[in-house]
């Protein structure tokens, strides 16, 4: 039940009518409390959707009693207007939960939008789904809500962690545009842990940075990109921050991983882990860099062991980003030691790139740091899905 | 007659059996003199392959006496005996052209490779191969030169340039991998000018800076990448500096696009020119992020004018590098103004990306530099191409 696992959590998932597919587009995650903590993580990019713009805001008190998210269009370089319209959608559903009798405040409804960027919505018919929604509103709504968020998902993403006498519920949608600062994709994580407002903004930040922020499906970032967590607190148990902490990255993990099996048109998973860094994030540069090199990923698709796509990505890291000799690389592939001090090592015949998990590890030599960040091929269907979405 | 077009040069291209194909692939180009002065571009990949290490040293003198070019292997990733590759080849050239009476030191001969990398080159037909250049050496040697050095190109790249009494040509290779520093490529530029060797060291970095490193076809960068440039001296004139880095920087521009132009699996080429940025840097740097984004590219080959995923890729660029109010930017696709202050303007539907050549202009109303960056889109053939090179 995704979401409305933990206790304190009601949800909905409805056809508002804003896919031409007739698909569930408008998704609503209430709190009932008794407590509203919430916190939230955004897209580094500097071109942000307006629902970022208002739900930042929102979550900066440290409280959120709802979460209204709709597919079918991002409400992206929509300018002032656009801000308007989630605006209005935050006031829209604050009035739908008073007239139900709950004490909402529009200040405290976080909005989130995805689909084609650079569309204003179609507010007549987002608000007569707001409608729709609130009237759903169900204790095992959870479902539903996570189908709602599906844009070219071919599955619902949800997870659910069970802590002693309380959980953590969640449900997300990305199937592309997967980068760091985070994969296109929103997410809300529910929990009836008690916790407070700066343990939530914490746990949160850590548990999105070895997460989400390390799946780099095709090293683009999106204007739309959301994680919000939630706490009810109606389990009446506070876990201590470390065990917080460890379920919420492990809730994280899980839906990250995912999101990585539904990207799309991938035909591997592909990880990649750095070893012997001096640092994580000279680890993380190194690692993000094979992630990106669509030579590398081409080769992967057509299961070409060609390792030497690996190492020419891996130097192009500038040396005060990750320090490390050139000439003492090794690199293993599917197990098979290919590159030996940066020469030939093992039979490049030998590695077998059938099965779809594909392991990569680099040997940097220069410390004890280690960092992993997880891609995908570059098939026939990435492109083909990607070369047609707006039109 | 590209390389042995200037007077001064004699150049060879015979197939020497590195490529299954029984293609050309040992190209030789001899500067005959007066002058020898010579100099020399290279990847910034830190991985480079051995005739990268080994051709540096040759040019850092300012002299070169003849360079050694093959197709069919990369000599990357072999370690010290691939080095030792590199050293005895330009021996071999060096002892074969003093069989001929030449004065050569075998420190003055430089060695490029391609092709595949973390192979090691089979010595014994490299060297019966450049036997057989040597002894084929001709006036007329350019096109067979320039023949010699293809890989997955699908025409030979050759310029020549006209001076006053003077002339510049060129040749080269390379049809993927294009990306800063340099595309992958290798590329002999010859000149009958008289320079001397500060003068083509400076003209030669200033040419290459805003031609070849502004080649982003795949954003991967080669191990290999090398431009050398020879002067004979010959023609007994001497241009002005301005003059001669004007007509360099015009050879090498037309190389370039000559290269964009063969990207392998490219239907379009895409001019991202970005205007009115505080610094040429920050407007590379924005160029560059937009040239990277597949999702971008795929849209461009499916003529889809999906220009969200152009101001969402500008704004992945961090504001210390790129100051710009994300909220104020404007970008024409193709003549279209698609894009108003950060919102939506002209109708997408206005958009023709039926021509090859796409045109996309990025407003950043920062400052008043411009730079553009050349890109080609992301296809179903650039992935089938790639996804089977080694095997």
Chains 1, 2 share one sequence.
Request: glycine share 10%.
């Amino acid at each position: 039940m995704t979401v409305t696992h933990p206790r304190g959590f009601i949800a909905a998932g409805i056809t508002a009518g804003l896919k031409a597919s007739g698909k569930k587009d408008v998704a609503l995650v209430v709190n009932e409390g008794p407590t509203f903590v919430a916190a939230g993580v955004f897209t580094s990019n500097r071109v942000v959707a307006a629902p970022v713009v208002w739900t930042r805001q929102v979550v900066a008190d440290g409280r959120a009693d709802a979460v209204v998210l709709n597919s079918g269009g991002a409400n992206a370089a929509t300018g002032p207007e656009g801000f308007l319209d989630t605006h209005t959608t935050a006031e829209h559903v604050a009035s739908a939960l008073q007239a139900q009798g709950r004490d909402v405040s529009p200040g405290d409804v976080a909005v989130c939008s995805t689909g084609l960027i650079g569309m204003r919505l179609p507010m007549s018919t987002l608000l007569a789904g707001v409608d729709a929604a609130v009237a759903s509103l169900a204790p095992d709504g959870g479902a539903v809500a996570a189908e709602a968020i599906m844009t070219t998902d071919s599955v619902a993403k949800t997870t659910v962690f069970e802590g002693d006498g309380w959980s953590i519920g969640g449900m997300a949608k990305g199937a592309g545009m997967l980068a760091p600062g985070m994969a296109t994709m929103l997410c809300v994580i529910t929990t009836d842990a008690i916790i407070d407002p700066a343990q939530a903004r914490l746990a949160l930040t850590e548990a999105v940075r070895t997460t989400f922020n390390r799946l780099d499906s095709d090293g683009c970032m999106s204007t739309n990109d959301t994680v919000v967590l939630m706490s009810s607190g109606a389990s009446g148990f506070q876990p201590s921050p470390s065990e917080f902490q460890t379920a919420l990255t492990a809730a994280a993990h899980d839906i990250a991983q995912q999101l990585l099996r539904d990207a799309e048109g991938a035909e591997h998973d592909i990880a990649i882990r750095v070893v012997n860094a001096t640092s994580e994030l000279a680890a993380e540069k190194v690692a993000r860099a094979v992630s990106r090199s669509n030579l590398f990923k081409a080769a992967i698709f057509g299961k070409d062991p060609n390792w030497g796509r690996i190492i020419s990505a891996v130097g192009t890291v500038p040396e005060d980003e990750a320090p490390f000799n050139a000439e003492t690389l090794d690199v293993w592939v599917n197990g098979v030691h290919a590159c030996k001090a940066s020469g030939v090592g093992e039979d490049r015949s030998l590695i077998d790139l059938n099965p779809r998990a594909v392991d990569i590890v680099i040997d940097l030599h220069a410390g004890e740091a280690t960092a992993t960040v997880w891609t995908n091929d570059l098939t026939h269907d990435y492109v083909h899905e990607n070369s047609a979405y707006s039109t």
